[in-house]
């Protein structure tokens, strides 16, 4: 499921992230995600039916509008590719003050 | 209902409430009962778990004044929206500032602490929860554990 959400971000053609992973200084404006859970809900006949999973997807920029307006962005998408919002968005912390962050709690339910 | 809140999840709860009121029971003395015990629970694994080696890079970067642990929220008020009642669980912002929120959702360079994160808003705790409001509500009610 990190490759799907990945491959979706990557449309907007800024750097992604896993959340914690990045080493260099930051670009202008990315992305980060984060795999908080994948929860299994049901089974029949010993296998798994369905599966939720849940991400943490984070915009920061050196621009406030840039980030607001991106995560909006970024939620249309995943909401027309059948990505649930869970929560919409909250601030979040940057390491350099150069930054502000926005994220929001997305899921996505696999039934198989 | 916002995310750092508990409220009333209880199994068939719309046969309870028929049980309830037929025998005079207090549906309101009860949801504050569970959800302070609820709160309980949470409180008791931040208590346990908010410690350094649970911290991204093993505390290495925190100070020593234990900001995080002093913040676990500790006001067990009950917040009543019509019906529906919920209580407020986690860190207390006012408190803990910007730690929690760099422990809770992590930065690029920093992983978030997935082990305190999961003891707010993990499905194990959820399910615990859940659990513990469904036996706290026969209990109430002196019904047998075998009713449903």
Redesign the interface.
């Known amino acids: 499921m990190d490759e799907i959400l990945i491959e979706l971000l990557e449309s907007f053609g800024y750097p992604i992230?896993r959340?914690?992973?990045?080493?260099e200084a930051?670009p202008d404006t990315?992305f980060?995600f984060?795999n908080?859970?994948e929860?299994e809900h049901s089974a029949y006949d010993n296998n798994t039916s369905n599966i939720t999973h849940n991400f943490?997807v984070?915009v920061?920029s050196t621009d406030i509008d840039v980030c607001i307006g991106l995560l909006e962005q970024a939620r249309q998408l995943l909401k027309v590719n059948n990505w649930i919002i869970g929560?919409r968005g909250y601030?979040?912390?940057?390491?350099e003050i150069t930054h502000v962050?926005k994220?929001m709690?997305v899921y996505f339910l696999e039934q198989n | 209902m916002a995310?750092n809140r508990i409220g009333l999840n209880v199994d068939d709860l719309d046969i309870y409430l028929q049980i309830f009121e037929q025998y005079g029971k207090n549906i309101k003395e009860f949801t504050e009962e569970a959800l302070i015990k609820s709160k309980d629970l949470v409180n008791t694994k931040l208590e346990k778990d908010t410690t350094a080696s649970n911290y991204?890079a093993k505390g290495k970067y925190e100070s020593k004044s234990q900001i995080l642990k002093n913040s676990i929220d500790n006001d067990y008020s009950v917040v009543w929206a019509g019906d529906e009642a919920e209580i407020k669980i986690g860190y207390d912002f006012k408190k803990s500032g910007?730690v929690s929120?760099?422990n809770m959702?992590?930065?690029?360079?920093?992983?978030?602490a997935k082990k305190i994160?999961?003891d707010i808003?993990?499905?194990k705790t959820m399910k615990e929860v859940k659990e513990l409001q469904n036996e706290l509500i026969k209990e109430f009610l002196g019904l047998d554990s075998f009713f449903f």
């Open positions: 992230y959340q914690g992973s990045l080493t930051y990315f980060t984060w908080s859970e929860v943490d984070n920061y929560i601030d979040i912390a940057s390491d962050g994220g709690q | 995310r991204p910007l929120i760099f959702y992590g930065t690029p360079n920093m992983k978030p994160k999961n808003y993990g499905p």
